[in-house]
């Protein structure tokens, strides 16, 4: 069973048209410190997310159910600010709400992931191909979180009417999204074994990326910033100005230039930040 989850994982990681940004476990993490924080955020979205925290932290995965979305900017694309505002359009229920406040919280991590991270590390290394891109993001997520704070158990019953209103609202294939979410949850369950960390802390010996701790530290709080940004404001944020796939900069980023910062100014987050995501 293994071998099939890493092969399937495998096939998925070195398709041309695929691109990860932060992994589960970064997402959970983000999650996590949302809901530990939830006087940071206007009373009714935390009233919403609070109610349903579990199908808030559905919404901060999901995005990524749609393995083989593609890097293109294009309308229906996953990782698109229209489909999570029309996620929220559709929400008639505070549980589809919570659902939906997770989804725009993905994205927004992955602004940070997609435009500085992830194009800061490969314009400074030899690989500037798309497995030197989703190998940077899983030593991220493995560097951040050592396989803690997975998702779990992500076919649970009470979703059900989520993974209904996301497969309408998107208009995907149901059949195409059940084994979409498929591949996801075997490379969620992958990356929460121990010799998975292992054996990447070994290929950091071997094919080492800069060494980025400390900046990657900082990046992950930025990311945390600009969730907060757009769950205080999900429809007039000034993050929803800025690709969360990251098209352009991951372009520049293969022919070995770095990003330029965003301009942006993010609200401020509560210290020490990391605790609130162990």
Same mark, same amino acid.
């Given at each position: 069973? +293994?071998? &099939? ?7 998925? !990681? !070195? ?6 940004? /932060? ?8 999650? #996590? ?15 919403? +997310? ?22 293109? $900017? ?6 698109? /600010? ?36 992830? @194009?800061?590390? +490969? ?28 998702? *779990?158990? !992500?076919?649970? @019953? ?8 996301? &497969? ?13 979410? *498929? $591949?996801?949850?075997?490379?969620? #369950? ?5 010799? /998975? ?47 969360? +796939? ?12 770095? @990003?330029?910062?965003?301009?942006? #100014?993010? @609200?401020? !987050? ?6 609130? $995501?162990?």
């Amino acid at each position: 069973m +293994i071998l &099939v989850l890493v092969v399937s994982f495998l096939a998925v !990681l !070195l398709s041309p048209e695929e691109a990860f940004a /932060w992994g589960p476990g970064v997402h959970t993490a983000a999650a #996590r410190f949302v809901l530990a924080n939830l006087d940071l955020l206007p009373q009714a979205a935390a009233a919403v +997310i609070s109610q349903h925290p579990r199908t808030f932290l559905y919404g901060c995965l999901s995005a990524d159910f749609f393995v083989g979305k593609g890097v293109s $900017v294009k309308p229906g694309h996953s990782h698109n /600010w229209q489909s999570a505002q029309s996620l929220l359009d559709a929400a008639r229920t505070r549980q589809l709400k919570a659902h939906a406040l997770g989804y725009l919280s993905h994205l927004a991590a992955d602004v940070v992931a997609h435009n500085l991270y992830v @194009p800061q590390v +490969i314009a400074r290394t030899a690989l500037h191909n798309n497995l030197a891109h989703v190998y940077v993001e899983m030593q991220a997520d493995s560097r951040l979180t050592g396989g803690l704070g997975r998702a *779990g158990k !992500l076919s649970r @019953p009470s979703q059900k009417l989520v993974d209904k209103s996301l &497969v309408e609202t998107l208009r995907k294939n149901p059949l195409a999204y059940v084994c979409r979410k *498929g $591949v996801f949850q075997g490379s969620a #369950r992958l990356g929460g074994l121990r010799g /998975w960390h292992r054996s990447l802390r070994f290929a950091q010996r071997v094919m080492p990326l800069p060494d980025e701790a400390c900046s990657l530290e900082g990046m992950f709080e930025l990311s945390l910033r600009s969730v907060l940004e757009v769950l205080r404001d999900p429809r007039g944020a000034a993050l929803l100005d800025f690709d969360p +796939i990251g098209s352009r900069n991951l372009a520049l980023a293969r022919r070995g230039q770095s @990003p330029e910062p965003l301009p942006l #100014r993010l @609200p401020s !987050l509560p210290s020490p930040v990391l605790q609130d $995501v162990a």
